[in-house]
């Protein structure tokens, strides 16, 4: 209640200096969700993870830049943008602050503004990342900027979808439900050697070798890159086009985007197949 109260009393002020309601609340949303109790169990879980794994080899390298965010820290961010969407219904606000400058609808631009602040976080430490492996000489073939954005974009994909089922799903336990049902179709798509695993929720670039260590170098797998990206970017503007079904005044320009989105993940994501 007191972040709430908060944000609108500064939103309110920014207000008056003709700064766009979305973007005032979206400055004090961001920070405040990339530093979110969730996010921040993430990043010691990935330290626990890599100092129980330790694996240094080029495949880990490769992995860690390409596929990780999104495998381990995106998930994370789906529940901390879900908490902070849902956080004025929870606490029976929402009468109260659609009486405020911050509309529904400016409270969804915000809130999906803010998924910028863990995937600026999660940009830097894979910028971070590429320069230590470089300059460590880890890589075989060091990735693509395309192979790093479609671990990158998953992040924002997964915070806008958080905001878009607390705004359709406001009941608890639905984000939880609705991770669950990510994880299944994802484990159905990369199951066997089938191309479709370009489809899940991540891919990983580098290939798995068929004998030895697992964590050897064994190539990469094939795919266009480009058309994977737009893929990305067409199921991140689904989802944000989504959230914002339920209050618009006119919906059928919003369904008609949201299908035209639609529209373009189905084609970027059968273009993206080998």
């Given at each position: 209640?007191?972040?709430?109260?908060?944000?609108?009393?500064?939103?309110?002020?920014?207000?008056?200096?003709?700064?766009?309601?979305?973007?005032?609340?979206?400055?004090?949303?961001?920070?405040?969700?990339?530093?979110?109790?969730?996010?921040?169990?993430?990043?010691?879980?990935?330290?626990?993870?890599?100092?129980?794994?330790?694996?240094?080899?080029?495949?880990?390298?490769?992995?860690?830049?390409?596929?990780?965010?999104?495998?381990?820290?995106?998930?994370?961010?789906?529940?901390?943008?879900?908490?902070?969407?849902?956080?004025?219904?929870?606490?029976?606000?929402?009468?109260?602050?659609?009486?405020?400058?911050?509309?529904?609808?400016a409270r969804t631009w915000a809130a999906q503004f803010a998924v910028l602040g863990p995937l600026v976080v999660a940009a830097g430490l894979v910028t971070v990342g590429y320069a230590v492996s470089l300059r460590a000489d880890l890589f075989v073939t060091p990735p693509t900027l395309l192979e790093m954005l479609s671990g990158l974009l998953?992040?924002?994909?997964?915070?806008?979808?958080?905001?878009?089922?607390?705004?359709?799903?406001?009941?608890?336990?639905?984000?939880?439900?609705?991770?669950?049902?990510?994880?299944?179709?994802?484990?159905?798509?990369?199951?066997?050697?089938?191309?479709?695993?370009?489809?899940?929720?991540?891919?990983?670039?580098?290939?798995?070798?068929?004998?030895?260590?697992?964590?050897?170098?064994?190539?990469?797998?094939?795919?266009?890159?480009?058309?994977?990206?737009?893929?990305?970017?067409?199921?991140?503007?689904?989802?944000?086009?989504?959230?914002?079904?339920?209050?618009?005044?006119?919906?059928?320009?919003?369904?008609?985007?949201?299908?035209?989105?639609?529209?373009?993940?189905?084609?970027?994501?059968?273009?993206?197949?080998?």
């Open positions: 209640m007191t972040d709430v109260l908060g944000s609108t009393a500064a939103v309110t002020d920014r207000s008056s200096r003709r700064v766009p309601v979305p973007v005032a609340l979206a400055r004090l949303e961001a920070p405040r969700l990339a530093r979110h109790p969730i996010l921040l169990v993430a990043f010691a879980y990935l330290g626990l993870l890599q100092m129980i794994e330790g694996d240094t080899g080029p495949r880990a390298a490769f992995t860690m830049l390409t596929d990780v965010p999104t495998m381990l820290y995106g998930s994370f961010v789906l529940f901390a943008a879900n908490l902070l969407a849902s956080r004025e219904r929870r606490g029976a606000n929402e009468e109260w602050l659609d009486s405020m400058p911050a509309s529904a609808a998953p992040v924002l994909g997964a915070g806008l979808l958080g905001v878009m089922v607390a705004r359709w799903l406001p009941w608890p336990g639905m984000a939880a439900l609705v991770m669950t049902g990510l994880i299944a179709v994802h484990v159905w798509l990369i199951s066997g050697e089938s191309d479709r695993r370009l489809l899940g929720t991540y891919v990983e670039w580098a290939a798995w070798p068929e004998t030895g260590n697992p964590g050897a170098w064994a190539g990469l797998i094939p795919g266009s890159r480009g058309w994977h990206v737009t893929y990305l970017l067409a199921l991140c503007a689904m989802a944000a086009t989504g959230a914002h079904l339920g209050h618009a005044r006119s919906k059928l320009p919003v369904l008609a985007l949201g299908g035209a989105f639609t529209v373009l993940a189905v084609v970027a994501g059968w273009a993206q197949l080998p």
